[in-house]
């Protein structure tokens, strides 16, 4: 069994968390998730709910895969150095390491996306692209791998990343019995991202 480590920050896109949290926990005895955080205290997403947490960053644990979703709470926690120590120190074990969302921010803060094709939410296109040096922005799709590192569009994007991944690490069969389980219709087509379009992302 594999362990994934999801990142906790005060104002998290819930979907962001938790759609990957579905897709995962959908193939039975394959992946065990930990809630990390800077503190011990719940989190509130943006949505309110305040959710546990497992371990903090000071207790240094290694997980197979990382996790770092987004949410306005990118905003207060984009330059925090606790935060992107973690990721960078957790990265550095992980097989995968995924953001979703604006969580792709704290990836290239942390230097992790340096001479990466990477992608983010096409809403927020623009602030995520500031950070990081040397990173190929994606615009037009809804997820992107490069190595062991994936990163997706916004929100649901996150959900067919975390299909993705599933299907790297486990064959195509595990892949769509996750969505099949979840009821959900499996985008396959990483470029096919209509909210580049909506927005205006190239």
């Not at 759609?19 to 992946?31: H, I």
């Amino acid at each position: 069994m594999r362990t994934i480590g999801a990142l906790l920050f005060p104002g998290f896109e819930t979907l962001d968390l938790f759609g990957p949290v579905q897709m995962f926990g959908s193939v039975k005895d394959a992946f065990s998730f930990s809630m990390v955080a800077e503190h011990s205290e719940t989190v509130p997403s943006r949505h309110g709910q305040s959710i546990g947490v497992d371990h903090t960053f000071d207790e240094n644990q290694g997980y197979d895969l990382l996790l770092v979703p987004g949410g306005p709470g990118t905003w207060d926690q984009i330059d925090n150095p606790r935060l992107l120590k973690w990721i960078a120190r957790a990265s550095q074990k992980a097989e995968v390491v995924m953001s979703v969302c604006t969580g792709a921010a704290f990836l290239a803060n942390a230097g992790l996306l340096r001479g990466k094709l990477a992608t983010t939410n096409k809403m927020n296109f623009d602030w995520v692209t500031q950070f990081g040096d040397d990173i190929s922005w994606q615009g037009r799709t809804r997820w992107v791998e490069d190595g062991k590192l994936f990163t997706s569009s916004g929100v649901t994007a996150g959900m067919d990343m975390s299909l993705a991944v599933i299907e790297v690490l486990l064959g195509v069969d595990a892949a769509d019995g996750a969505a099949i389980h979840s009821e959900y219709v499996r985008q396959r087509d990483p470029e096919n991202d209509p909210f580049a379009l909506h927005f205006g992302v190239e």
